[in-house]
């Protein structure tokens, strides 16, 4: 008996899990059927703070009908009732081992979720669905003039049903879309956004069935898609962002190694007001053999109001309908003047709403029409929230008295440092990475091929309204191909800030750009398109104009700037046929300085 106290294990076995002692895991074995209640138990019955679980190797099902539910507000996703597999929102201390296993999902459900979390670990593991919230189909004939497109529709795998004219997908627990909404093209060999591939929103005027078993879709589009091309659909804008396979609020200390997600019914990995993040070794692909094209249904990782140190290492990013990655802040619109410390606050954007933008205790930018830059620094004392779009921010000393609506706020203490190395990101719409930290950033050693801009800043106060300036950013050893290859014009580095036109639009934005010792092999000119920058280095770099591809626009320059101070172009070197090397304005051309460029016209 006295060992047996001594040892103080006590173990429940059920046919498919183990329950020890709370410094011992919790081992999990697959079943069949559905896993979701057996995932519910074990958390609503582990009453320490720290939960370990580890899972045998295997496939594990998850179904929405007996997860944990509640309203959640999610940046960059639509907010509401949510049904959640992992629910984790009550430990403070988390390890989860998958061993291989792969959790495969069903219909509207979002796989974890975490908040107030002190430390996170999460290793080797997959996930997936059994049906895609996409509709996918070839194209086999368009008819531009009398405007319809016909389309085979991909069955094996998908789900989708006519209805009185209407294509409804994905056909799943009574859930539809009811239009095609967000589509795009893809290159069926290749899996990519085909060669000057446009966003199309679908809004097809009847959908008809034809004898072949085809498609015709009737509706006249500014861009129609290659014949032969697939085409993929998400669904309509308010609704096709569910809720991202991981999302952190409020969390610390997070480490993801060896995370795979094959799909995911919004982003994969979204962190918010969460600080010190490594995320290694870790993909979000296509599983090999599918007849898929879409991975996430948006971005591959994002981090909203983040800080302290974020790593991206060793991962792999493809086939997202969203960035690769997007680090920002957020602005928020002062609505009104209350008094000498307090001021009404909007968030703007319809994804923004619910979004905790500040806490007592952070400091705050005010940053006054029409100067974008940073000013005065508020120390905040309380936040009332009004509702999910309003709230009222009280100072501790006086505001500046020139503070008036329509002048924004950025938090100040929520901005992290931000490493990207030694990753892959290709085969996606949109660009490889978005950056709007004001902190230290190095992007190095990583292979890029991206629809839009490989590397894109843009602060802006005229549609999303994400924060801010970057001060300092480290571009090196890099390797770009095949970049920019969609219908609007882009560039590898795209630095565009976007403000309201309230904004005087030729004061400085970004500072401190350093563009050094990449390889860049494209079809097209645009390499660098800089506006508003202040000390952008573009140095030892090395240029080659393939021709792999027809050029989308052949009287683009090599580097483009505007209202730009300090920018150094320097030892590049270029093969290719661009007619021009630079273009700079006045403002840019007073403190350019060019030198030792080689193949430069």
Partial sequence: MKRFLLVTLLTVTCSYWTIAQEKNPIIISPKQGDMTLIIRNIIENTKTKDLHLVFKKGIYKFNPDYAFGKYLDITNHGNGYK??????????????NGNGAEFIFHGQ???????????????????????????????????????WRDIRPFKKGFSWKLKKGRLQFPN??????????????????????????????????????????NLRFHEFLKHYPPV???????????????????????????????ITIHHALGMGFL???????????????????????????????????????????NCRFENMLDDGTNVHGTYVVIDKVIDNKTVRTKLVHFEQRGFEFTRPGDEMWFIKQPSPERTEIGLVNNVKSINEEFSEVTFNAEIPEDLKPGDILENKTWNPEFTMRGCTIKNHRARNIVLKT??????????????????????????????????????????????????????????????GKSYDTS???????????????????????????DGLIIK?????????????????????????????????????????????????????????????K
């Fill in 83 to 96: 049904r959640i597999a992992f629910d984790l929102s009550k430990f403070r201390k988390i390890t989860i």
């Fill in 109 to 147: 459900i979002m796989p974890f979720l975490f908040k107030n979390s002190e430390a996170v670990t999460i290793s080797n593991l997959t996930i997936d669905w059994d049906i895609p919230f996409t509709f996918l189909g070839e194209v086999i004939g368009v008819n531009e003039k009398e405007g």
């Fill in 172 to 213: 799943v627990d009574g859930f539809n879309y009811n239009i095609l909404g967000s589509t795009l093209a893809f290159d069926a060999q290749k899996k990519r956004p085909v060669h000057g591939a446009w966003d199309i929103e679908s809004h097809p005027r009847w959908v008809e069935k034809l004898k072949n078993g």
């Fill in 228 to 258: 032969g091309s697939l085409l993929s659909s998400k669904g309509d804008r308010e609704h096709d962002r569910y809720a991202p396979a991981f999302d952190f609020k409020k969390s610390s200390n997070i480490k993801l190694d060896n």
């Fill in 271 to 313: 962190f918010e007001l969460s600080e010190n993040i490594q995320l290694i070794n870790s993909g979000i692909y296509l599983r090999e053999g599918t007849n898929r094209v879409i991975s996430t249904t948006a971005d591959a990782t994002h981090f909203a109001n983040c800080k302290g140190s974020i790593l991206i290492e």
């Fill in 438 to 499: 004001p902190l230290k950033t190095v992007i190095e050693n990583n292979y890029f091929s991206s629809m839009m801009s490989s590397i894109f800043f843009r602060g802006e106060t005229f549609f999303w309204y994400e924060s801010g300036a970057v001060n300092d950013v480290l571009i090196q050893n890099n390797t770009f191909e095949y970049a920019a290859y969609s219908g609007a014009e882009h560039a590898i580095l795209n630095i565009t800030p976007r403000l």
């Fill in 507 to 533: 004061i400085t934005y970004d500072r401190n750009i350093r563009f050094i010792n990449n390889t860049i092999e494209t079809f097209g000119n645009r390499i660098v398109w800089a506006d508003r920058v």
């Fill in 540 to 600: 030892d770099n090395t240029i080659i104009k393939t021709n792999n591809a027809p050029e989308l626009y052949p009287d683009a320059p090599l580097i483009d700037l505007k209202n730009c101070k300090n920018t150094i172009v320097e030892k590049n070197n270029y093969k290719g046929d661009c007619k021009i090397a630079i273009k700079a304005d006045r403002q840019s051309q007073k403190t350019l300085v060019v030198k030792k460029n080689k193949g430069f």
